[in-house]
């Protein structure tokens, strides 16, 4: 966080909600899976209502799904993709690589 003048803190989400790094993980993770959900959607030029169809759900839920939805589950997403026909290994493409870091 940095202090501006008048009180005012310049900070991030993260500053803001008082989020801890685990929080943000967590979050950003299901917010990559949900860009795959909808990018591997229109590879295979589904239409919502469609992949809707395939996991007998109703497109309202999978637009949902795709924006992220605080009422969608990870597993949900995991368990979409699946459906659509990726594997782990493809799925993890949708995480950028992991830095070390030093302890």
């Known amino acids: 966080m940095k202090k501006l003048k ?3 803190v310049e900070g991030g989400v993260q500053d803001f909600l ?19 959900l909808r990018l591997e959607r229109e590879t295979r030029n589904f239409t919502q209502t469609e992949l809707a169809h395939r ?19 990870i597993d949900l997403l995991l368990q979409a993709m699946f459906h659509l026909g990726l ?3 493809q799925l993890a493409r949708a995480f950028p690589p992991v830095q070390p870091t030093h302890a």
Do not use: C, F, H
Request: positive net charge; without cysteine; aromatic residues 4%.
């Open 55 to 73: 996991l007998g759900t109703s497109q309202s839920r999978v637009a949902k799904m795709e924006k992220g939805d605080s009422s969608v589950s």
């Open 6 to 8: 008048k009180g005012w």
């Open 87 to 89: 594997t782990p290994r």
């Open 18 to 36: 008082n989020l801890s790094s685990a929080d943000m993980a967590y979050i950003e993770t299901k917010l990559a899976l949900s860009r795959r």
